[in-house]
């Protein structure tokens, strides 16, 4: 694009990776007024800015993480417990009377393998839910205090959840019976016996129910050779037969006002619902991947992956761990200079305080 002669009419990417590149986009608040009927959400309208004035990308689809549940592990749920609005300490007594009550087997697992989305759930719900913050408060005594629970929780989560990209797989195989995943990597554990099975919403924490929004649009570069071409594009991937189409076939769900059909695959109305629940919830804490780093995301997920390794599996201290992973993550965002992202307060440049 910076040659100035753009190849391509339309770009589909996640927030994160089309922030750098406002200043290449050219502005779609004609396309967004006419895609009125979509009843786009004030929420991801103001995301599409990409903190400018106007609409920088149509946005096009969005995920989740949540929990998928077999619902033998319901038996050991903790008693008073709503499995649709669980605590954090609510989950730990959950995987601990599950373990005991399994012959000493885990029930719990989380995708902590080498392509493992896990440091999404330290990134969009561990820290939120315990500190508010995802970056600004990452050495927070409270964020200390999450690690020190997630050491806990650790200890009663299966082993084998170091060598598990994904969740669907061990939990088809029944390997455990609860787990954290990005919807789109747990809609196959439920897809044969959805029955059986129950996906819901990230447990609250101190500061509320922190969770991560997966938001896909489409942009339009500076130049770009067809440009009403693209902006037809944008309509009918945004119109509701085609949401639903998604939907179906890739459990990323729209982000209009599509109506979901009661004729859903099974696994995927499971997630819907789960989704959705969290969302909506009263506490809800909104966290986006990063923002604007680029090819630095990498180093930020590592900052997040590197203090799960030496807190949970080599068994230090999470004070001492924290400051120094928390000075390493502070470099990262200062000499990217980039405004922090939500959960965190709005400003420039974001830095670890």
């Keep these: 694009m910076d040659s100035g002669k753009p190849q391509i009419s339309l770009v ?90 399994n012959g000493g087997k885990p029930i719990f697992g989380l995708p902590a393998g080498a392509k493992g989305l896990y440091h999404r759930f330290l990134q969009g719900y561990l820290v939120p839910s315990f500190s508010g913050g995802q970056i600004t408060t ?43 995943d990005h919807s789109a990597r747990l809609v196959g554990a439920p897809a044969d016996k959805p029955g059986d099975w129950l996906m819901v919403p990230a447990p609250t924490g101190p500061k509320g129910l922190g969770y991560m929004a997966v938001v896909v649009g489409l942009g339009i570069p500076n130049g770009a050779p067809e440009t009403d071409r693209a902006k037809e594009v944008i309509k009918a991937l945004t ?35 789960a989704i959705r629940a969290q969302r909506e919830a009263p506490d809800a804490i909104l966290s986006l991947p990063p923002v604007g780093l680029g090819a630095r995301d990498g180093e930020v997920a590592q900052v997040f992956k590197d203090t799960f390794k030496e807190v949970l599996i080599d068994g ?38």
Excluded at 29 to 48: K, M, N, P, T
Excluded at 157 to 174: I, V
């Design 138 to 180: 990452f050495r927070s005594a409270d964020a200390v205090a999450g690690w020190r629970y997630l050491k806990e929780l650790w200890a009663q989560t299966a082993p084998a959840s170091t060598g598990w990209d994904n969740m669907q797989d061990p939990l088809q195989r029944g390997e455990v019976l609860v787990g954290f």
């Design 12 to 101: 589909g990417a996640q927030h994160g990776d089309l922030a750098p590149h406002a200043s290449r986009l050219i502005d779609l608040d004609d396309v967004l007024i006419g895609l009125a009927d979509r009843g786009f959400s004030a929420e991801l309208s103001g995301l599409a800015k990409l903190g400018g004035a106007t609409t920088k990308y149509i946005p096009w689809m969005q995920a989740s993480y949540v929990l998928a549940v077999n619902k033998r592990a319901l038996e050991w749920l903790p008693s008073g417990a709503d499995v649709w609005k669980l605590t954090y300490d609510q989950l730990l007594d959950w995987a601990t009377a599950g373990r005991q009550g």
């Design 239 to 273: 119109a509701p037969e085609t949401q639903l189409d998604v939907l179906r076939q890739n459990a990323f769900f729209p982000v209009t006002n599509a109506q979901v059909p009661a004729d859903l695959p099974g696994a995927v109305a499971l997630a819907d619902a």
């Design 316 to 353: 230090r201290d999470a004070q001492q761990v924290v400051g120094a992973q928390g000075a390493r993550l502070d470099g990262i965002v200062a000499e990217a200079n980039v405004p922090c992202w939500q959960p965190d307060p709005a400003g420039a440049p974001c830095r670890v305080a």
